[in-house]
């Protein structure tokens, strides 16, 4: 279901808006409308936002995102073109009626969390029901259980200055969290902080979002960021919109050049996952396979590790060609005894970045399963190298060609 | 050389208009004039009532709780000197006067710092009365309080009320302004209305910014003082006043000390009030 729709929004700054509205209608660039002390913020602008969706808006800095953010809690008060919020334009609202929707259906988290450095942490969180006027002890109570959403279950009476930048930002989050607006708002909520933060809160907010399905506005100039987390991505250059689209269409098939420009510095080994750089399992070993039996079909694969399956396709680990070799040696008749269960799986899901951290430390191909353990496929180094080396090919190709043209 | 022109009437037409506003509203000002002087009277005659060391260990106490042992402890010393010097009368009547005009000064300069902080237009109606008040000479306005508020202690502590609301003011003002835009526009977001944003956000953290307007404004009282004893104020300043019309150093010096003393004793306990405590406590 719907939930936000923004249609031809327009919002430009100066003393006579009117005046700089009919320059942009006659087709005037942003620089030239500046000459007349006027600047546009965003022009014309229209996409739409589904119920429990993450959408993220992303751009350069000066490309209007911010502006375009605080439009739609009337922060800015847009020049023209309505928001529909559950089906009503919020921007004819009357001041009461402003009121309210700020304070039940749409809350924001800041870049610079921009918490009350005179209450405590708990008071901050509960800033937003004290305005709404919940009593003193149900808003206590609210404020805590969306401390302890975000972790920061202990720290209600600390004052903000005693709390690090992370923690800070989790203040920022509860806050926005306990009135339980449908809508949150997101200005480069995690730019502040510094990588490893960032990448915490971000896989923080898709678990939280996983529970509780709220509609987000997500702001960042981070690409990475955007295609991590974001549902759909609008990219925006110089107030307008360029390209609206998932990840993958993004990434895929950019609009311009200016979105090629940007997706060429993706660093894509977050963006690939299990699932597109693993290979089928050509060779598996069975528990009911003698050793001799795996060792041939190894030598014929020229592996130094098989992985053992079931018939039906369940994962049950793996055994080493030294382990195969000695129970040869001892005479054996079967490998159940020597296969390792402790070895590492990926899901469908894990990413590169990570996959590359396992192959440090686990020499073998590496087994992808899915949900009930039954074995997808495998991934292997050379598979990993191929899918990066051709992840930059096909990103740089287009933007090459278009240098010629 | 001479001008051509005639001089213009400024101050034969500043008479009349206080002549007329003298004769026409002189009747509130009196009413008002007397009801500040029983207020002050009160309260000098009860804090004289009081025995000195008692009221010297409550500074003492006050000092110690707002801004630790150090002042407290030079209070404590500073006051039993004053005592010592049998100043103690003029001291209090000066501390009274000092805290009616401050009291004053800040129930009249809060609001109005308010309001020019949240209005523009009024900070510009505002600020000019400000620069006029706080750079005419202070003597000046004692010579228009006489007529509206008789002499003694009530003219003074007008006059003195004029001339040290200014930095309250302007402190407010600044206080307000200064409050991040983010934070502005969190309290905003979450749907404040202007009374909240003001309550919640705006003032809190305006507060030590007034604080140092309000110590500013305990100054500024403090140095009319003496000047004010020329319409017969009384307290310290009169010391120095007669000490200064019968030429004796020694006696002037002793009401001096005095008064650096008291404006010791205020300045360091009304800086310390309002100050975060958290923030006192990681040395900021």
Known sequence: MQKIRVEHLTKVFGPHPEQALRLLDAGKSNADIRKTGHAVGIADVSFDVEEGELLVIMGLSGSGKSTLLRCLNLLNVPSRGSIFVDGEDVTRHGREQLLDFRRRKISMVFQHFALFPHRSVADNAAYGLEVQGVAPDERRARAVEALELVGLKGWEDARPNQLSGGMQQRVGLARALAVKSDILLMDEAFSALDPLIRRDMQQELASLQRRMKKTIVFITHDLDEALQIGDRIVLMKDGRVVQIGTPEEILNHPADAYVERFVENVDMSRVLTANTVMGRAREVAHPQDGPRTVLRKMTEGSDTSMLVVERDHTLLGSVTLDALDAAVSEGRKDIVALIQRDAPTLDPDTPLTDIINLMAEWPYRLPVVDDQHKLLGVVTRPRVINALAQSRATVAEPAERSANA | ?284
């Open chain 2, 1 to 284: 050389m001479t001008f051509m022109i005639p001089k213009l009437p400024l101050a034969h037409s500043i008479d009349v208009m206080l002549d007329w506003l003298t004769t026409h509203i002189s009747f509130i000002t009196k009413a008002f004039s007397h009801g500040i002087s029983v207020l002050i009277d009160g309260m000098v005659h009860g804090l004289l009532w009081l025995p000195p060391w008692l009221l010297i260990a409550a500074v003492a106490l006050l000092a110690w709780r707002a801004a630790g042992w150090r002042v407290a402890l030079g209070s404590l010393v500073g006051l039993l000197l004053l005592w010592n010097l049998r100043l103690w009368s003029a001291t209090v009547e000066t501390f009274t006067l000092v805290l009616i005009s401050t009291l004053i000064a800040v129930a009249v300069g809060l609001p109005l710092g308010i309001a020019a902080a949240l209005s523009k237009r009024t900070a510009r109606v505002v600020m000019p009365i400000l620069d006029f008040m706080q750079t005419m000479p202070a003597f000046v306005y004692l010579i228009p309080a006489i007529p509206f508020f008789g002499l003694g202690a009530v003219s003074a502590s007008v006059a003195t009320v004029i001339f040290a609301t200014p930095p309250t003011i302007r402190l407010t003002v600044l206080g307000i302004r200064q409050v991040p835009k983010d934070l502005i526009e969190a309290a905003d977001a979450f749907g404040s209305t202007r009374r909240q944003k003001l309550f919640k956000v705006q003032l809190p953290m305006a507060v030590p910014t007034i604080m140092a307007g309000v110590n500013q404004t305990v100054m500024l009282s403090l140095s009319m003082v003496v000047i004010a004893a020329m319409i017969g104020a009384g307290g310290l300043g009169g010391e120095v006043w007669r000490a200064i019309q019968r030429l004796e150093p020694g006696k002037g010096f002793e009401a001096g000390i005095a008064i650096v003393i008291l404006a010791m004793i205020l300045d360091r306990i009304t800086q310390r009030i309002g100050r975060d405590p958290s923030a006192r406590e990681s040395g900021q």
